[in-house]
Nanobody, 125 residues
Framework: QVQLVESGGGLVQAGDSLRLSCVAS????????FSWFRQVPGKDHELLAS????????YVVDSVKGRFTISRDNAKNTVYLQMNSLKPEDTAVYYC??????????????????WGQGTQVTVSS
C-alpha cells in the first residue's frame, strides 16, 4: 500500500519554528520527487517547495523563501519541511506529495501521484 504520512504540525506562536515530516511507504522513495503544499479553506493547494530525487536540488516559492527549507533522507523514507519565523498567515493544512518522475519544481497538485492526508499548522499572533 502506497502511503504518505505527515506529522509535526501543531499550534505555535508567531516567530516559532516547526519541522514537518513526511514518511513514505509502499514505494521506492529514491524514484520519487517530493513537494510540500498547503491549503486554507476555500483555496487551492499552494505549492511551497519541491525536491529532486537525490535532494541535491530544491525549489522554494518566493513567498516562503528564506523561511522554509525542504530536505529528504532517502534512507529513512522521509521528506522534511523546516519552517522558521512562522507567521499567522502560514496557518493551513500542510500536505506532502510524491511524483514518480525526475521532474520537480512548479508542478501543480494534480500532477502528483501520491498525496498525504495533511497535518494542521496553526500560528497564533
Amino acid at each position: 500500500q502506497v502511503q504518505l504520512v505527515e506529522s509535526g504540525g501543531g499550534l505555535v506562536q508567531a516567530g516559532d519554528s516547526l519541522r514537518l515530516s513526511c514518511v513514505a511507504s509502499g514505494l521506492t522513495v529514491s524514484a520519487y520527487t517530493f513537494s510540500w503544499f498547503r491549503q486554507v479553506p476555500g483555496k487551492d493547494h499552494e505549492l511551497l517547495a519541491s525536491i529532486s530525487l537525490t535532494g541535491v536540488r530544491t525549489y522554494v516559492v518566493d513567498s516562503v523563501k528564506g523561511r522554509f527549507t525542504i530536505s529528504r533522507d532517502n534512507a529513512k523514507n522521509t521528506v522534511y519541511l523546516q519552517m522558521n519565523s512562522l507567521k499567522p498567515e502560514d496557518t493551513a493544512v500542510y500536505y506532502c506529495a510524491a511524483r514518480n518522475d525526475p521532474a520537480y519544481g512548479t508542478l501543480s497538485w494534480a500532477r502528483y501521484d501520491v498525496w498525504g492526508q495533511g497535518t494542521q499548522v496553526t500560528v497564533s499572533s
